[in-house]
């Protein structure tokens, strides 16, 4: 690797690198900090003497462009750079594309942006302290090892075999998810798996159906594709699949924790949902995001392990179980689209990164991720009831739970309509983060509710975080 | 976590466990060597007496579905298990457009299906005995310590900061690249950073122009979404920039190291492309892959840090530098791109895994990139020196190299007619692995020709490779 100059001709050499190399770091793209070559690397690079290097860069050197370190080199200068970023100057034919990208609403607020508080009801967050770094750690170092053994090119597309076999127990055992090691393809998170089934199911106009409220990164993710996307409404059994518009090739669902508002579907709904899929020859899209808790009541069967037709892809994530930011999780599809899908994967991005993969699969085969669930179902069956037990006590004039048997959130509504706004602000003051359900609704008119997750927070954090929620309300009422 | 079971009523629990225990052994859903749950745990979750679980579990055991094992538990036994796959029986709405995801040619063969040879020319495979394992062992322990401390929610989409910045020195250092950190998005490889500008600027009928010969994955992806895709012949100056059709909308060109064939885009054709795109308003895709290793000549410009109007979107890889199956890379977008992309990589797959980023940029910035970069460079420069001197010495009665100054494969065509296929077959019988050029042309007629990939073989094998090459052209000259 060498430093980038351009030399023309044989003219004047110094003065062409003392300029370029004085460009560069007036316009910042030589950073401060970095090191400079050494004179004789530069000097053979450039078929120029290596007294001439020397003298230019003592003469950068007396201009305080460059700073010499004893032994060690010669490094940029810290100095204010100039901005270097180009301004389109010319009409672009995508631009209509282009903004309308830029338009769409961004599916999830860059997490880091807005500032968390001190106890946090967010959703999606895994309670973080619980995860087993040391196991993980040696996991980590397995996949090194086995990394250290493969061959230096590309890995399998659709997942590696070993951690595809890890998924296929995990979910029989766990789910009731009746497939083999050959139907799973592991990808970079639920979204992924979205994206490539999208791909070679949805075209232009297509019509995908979507719980109303719902997930809105995969709704948007279908509209993307330049699908049109109709929220079908719940009720208390899920999904009203009598709801589903005629021509929809694509039905979204969250059966056994229906996200947002926490309610498992019915069986009878399941069974309805089913049949209509299949009289309308649609894939149904089974997003089962993290059912892998679960509090009470008797387990109902996933879907797809109800389907006989070979209609359902059962999709899932290590987001929830482990860390969001592994980015893994998999698909499991039915043989009418497993094949595409694998294609769809590969154009994509080839495969999912290897390292976090060995990683992953020691770590379900060493029985770690079973424990891990275990230990944080423990946990969050402590949260949840804590929770539960103040929304139906001194919660309960305000706020009703809606019934939910999974998980690590719920959803509460308002008995009557209150300034949600201004609770949320009012509660972010003394450190407690609510969130709205409000954004979870499409087509159909929002409730006033809250989300509450609770895999961030402490347990010992609820009750003091639920206290202030409760003074809150109390203040809010006298107003 | 749980064993799914589904228990309806209260109606002899115990022949219901029992049934479902077994049909779920037989169906090879609960795999041979699965430890089920303790009868305590599993008594608890089904509200079930211990005392039947127990019975239940040794009725299994003595039918030998189970096995216990003292002091460790009860497992699945081993037995053969039925096929599990179910097929579709209902016509899909988009059976079509599945079909047509099936139809597509795969974009590189699965490697682990092509069986290597031990002289192995394949093109894009880095020299794994290089790859400095302890380094990377060292920079992937501080990449654990750093997710240890994250706040266990998503990451940035468009990458860590530390990543972006340790990329946007690279590649100003060494490619001559104008760009701030904000420039640049992080994603999984090449292949996923054609994919995200794709999104953002292709429709259905858009035309994109691809050199041909070129980069398959490249030209397919862009079909995949769609587009028409022309493919515009090269030279020995790059592509035949008057031949750009009129109204297309995204050029994709390797001007360093034109793929396949390795000569660099003139200076003259890299003026004339810009201007030819600024008139018709295209984003250029200038994908850099490989040309970290130079050898001769004065470095050439990047197209990019010519481009005076943003539209050059650059794309670079460290599947060249470092390892495939990493799957990382970067696009350093013009502004009028940059965030439709950045939205359009949340849409894919939220972000990057976060251990391989944290673990590059720290070994980016402790300059052990460049150094096995140079590492590297200088095996590669022998092992090129090698075969050109084969190539212009006993070889050139048959083949001439094309000039190149970067990246690790050199092109040759043959000077006759030649049986390839015959060569290819009767050099991998001597543990030879060559590769015709002829796949990547798509709309010109194919040149007889050989891509040879020095990153993999080593360089006490060329020779002798070399050697068994000239013999069987000579043995074939004879027939």
Redesign the interface.
Known sequence: ???????NGRKDLAGQLYKQLRE?IE?????AG??LPPTRLLAEQ?GISRKTISDIYAQLTYESFLIGRVGKGTYVNARPSK?????????????D???A??A?Q???P???LTG?VKREF?G?????GQ?P?DE??RC??YA?RQ??R????????EGLPVLRSAIS?HI?????V???DN?VVV???T??AL?MIS??????G?VVAVEDPGYP?AR??FA?HGATVVGVPVDQEGMRVELIPD????IYVTPAHQFPLGMPMSLARRTALLHRA?A????IIEDDYDS?F?YEG????SLQSM?????VAFVGTFSKTL??????GYAVL????L??VM??K???????????QW?LARFMSD?E??KH??RC?GIYAGRRERILSRLNGDLSPWLEAIHTTAGFHIAALFKHPIDLKLLIELSRKVEVGLYSIEGFYYQQAPKNGLLMGFG?IETLDIDPALDRLRDILLQIDER
Chains 1, 2 share one sequence.
Request: with cysteine.
């Open positions: 690797m060498e430093l980038h100059v351009v030399i560069a316009s910042g793209r030589l950073a970095m090191q450039l901005t270097l970023r180009k301004q389109n100057a010319c009409e672009l034919a995508s631009a594309r282009i903004d990208w830029r769409l961004s599916p999830l860059d997490p880091t968390t967010v999606g967050a895994t309670s973080k995860f770094h993980w750690r980590v170092q090194l990394m250290q493969s061959i230096g090119f590309y890995s399998h597309c127990q029989a055992f766990c789910r009731g009746v497939c083999q139907d990808c970079n998170g979204q992924q994206d791909r070679v199911v949805l075209e232009k297509s990164p948007l993710l993307s021509h929809t090739r694509l299949e309308l020859g649609a894939i892998e679960r008797l387990p109902t069967d389907d006989e037709r070979g209609i860390l969001p930011e592994l980015r893994l039915p043989p009418a689209i094949e595409a294609k769809a590969q154009f994509m991005d080839w495969h999912t990164s290897t390292l976090p990683a029985g991720l079973q669930i275990r179902h961030s």
